[in-house]
């Protein structure tokens, strides 16, 4: 019942998508994948009509099976994490009803069971929560409007990996900012276990330009098939849990 590896898009937005494809339908893509799309938009401080859409916030992660915040700069540490693991929990839940689907029926799932049972499952889902293996891929907006907000993004990201590495499972984490300078999506930090050397990458961010926020999931779609097909190359005859806890 366990899953592998929960695998996780963690998008940061200020803004609306104004250029490429649909963001939800790459989302719902991406959770066909079994990775999930959790999205974080930042409010601007009194201009809030002219922020980021609750909409798109929402249909995004609603098709990528994911969490949605809409929240001011200051809450932004806070609800990533709560964000990240929100959403482990939902997705091992989503494991579990189907497991329960296919042990008691169609039409069954944790809340259908007696109180003392569902407690017993939400005991188990828990210590899934504490012990499955995590690959967050974050997505940062840059577009021009973020400038002044990627501190705040970089303090949060390390309060993340300080929060998740407190757990007993394998975490790794890759940034990816967009736009980039010719794609949609450019590769600023390399999967790592830590994220608290993400102090020298944020300097070198360079914001502007258009937020192609569905072409820069797709990228992020690329990233973890690369990924993916990295590991089979190097790990021959391992199985991705293997690899992921050596």
Sequence with gaps: MKPSTLKQILLITDGCSNRGEDPAAVAALAYAQHITVNVIGILEEGHAEHSVSLEEVENIAKAGGGVSQLIYKQALTETVQMVTKQAMTQTIEGVVNQELKQILGPGNTLDDLPPDKRGDVLEVVEDI?????????????????????LQV??????????????????????????????????????????????????????????????????????????????????????????????
């Design 129 to 149: 929560s504490e012990t499955a293996n995590l690959e967050v891929l974050i997505l940062v907006d840059t577009s021009a409007s973020m400038h002044h907000k």
């Design 153 to 246: 993004v970089k303090e949060a990201l390390i309060d993340l990996s300080i929060s998740m590495n407190a757990r007993l499972g394998n975490n790794k984490f890759a940034i990816f900012g967009f736009p980039g300078k010719r794609e949609a999506a450019v590769k600023v930090m390399d999967w790592t276990e830590r994220l608290e050397n993400v102090s020298s990458v944020f300097p070198k961010l360079a914001t502007g330009g258009v937020t192609p926020t569905g072409p820069a999931l797709r990228e992020a779609l690329h990233e973890f098939s690369r990924q993916t097909l990295g590991k089979r190359s190097a790990n021959d005859g391992m199985t991705e849990y293997e690899e992921f806890g050596s």
